[in-house]
Every structure is written in C-alpha cells, then in structure tokens.
C-alpha cells in the first residue's frame, strides 16, 4: 500500500505564493507519474499539474506560466510551486501517485493524498 502526506496548504492573498508538497511512503517499488488535483467549491476535479517519471511535465492552460511541479526521486515527494496566485485557485489540492508496490510490480494504481485546502482572498 501507499500513503500520500500533503502538506503546503494555507491563506494566501491574490499575487502571493505558496508551495504545496506531497510526500509518497509504503511499499512502493516504482513510481510512475505523480501529479496534483483539486477540486473547488460546486466544481468538478480537475487536473492542475503532472510530471512523468521522465520529467516531461503538463499544466492545466488556466495554471500554465504560473505553476511549477516538480519531483524528487529520492524523497518521493512532488512539489507544485504556486505564483501569482488568483482568488479563483481556491479549492482543495489532492496530490496523486501513479505507483507499483512490491506486492505487484507489474501493475501500476493510483494513489490520493488527503487532500490541503489552498484558499486566495481578493
């Protein structure tokens, strides 16, 4: 099994930063992709941000030029970098990992953190 811890969460005024930080724990033999969700309010999940085991990565076109996720190996932690941040940002962020346990190394399944609720005042 695989256990995501989410941390980076918090209040933030429209402009601001913030950096929000996943870190993956269990029996993990690879990892895949990682990548963060989130969900506002009334709305539907939708994909923010992921990045390959290749580091090839892909942003939603609302967070393009804004966001920045990142990944270290070695820690099993993803990062998801927040500039210029807008009111409209608000939601909950999940982190998910796309990972094989040792238990089943052939077969990759998706992961989800408990979720920070990331919230921009105007």
């Known amino acids: 099994q695989v256990q995501l811890v989410e941390s980076g969460g918090g209040l933030v005024q429209a402009g601001g930063s913030l950096t929000l930080s996943c870190a993956a724990s269990g029996r993990i033999f690879s990892i895949n992709t990682m990548g963060w969700y989130r969900q506002a309010p009334g709305k539907q999940r939708e994909l923010v941000a992921s990045i390959a085991s290749t580091g090839s990565t892909n942003y939603a076109e609302s967070v393009k030029g804004r966001f920045t996720i990142s990944r270290d190996n070695a820690k099993k932690t993803v990062y998801l970098q927040m500039n210029s941040l807008k009111p409209e940002d608000t939601a909950v962020y999940y982190c998910?990992?796309?990972?094989?346990?040792?238990?089943?190394?052939?077969?990759?399944?998706?992961?989800w953190g408990q979720g920070t609720q990331v919230t921009v005042s105007s």
């Open positions: 998910t990992v796309r990972a094989a346990v040792i238990s089943d190394i052939w077969r990759d399944n998706d992961y």
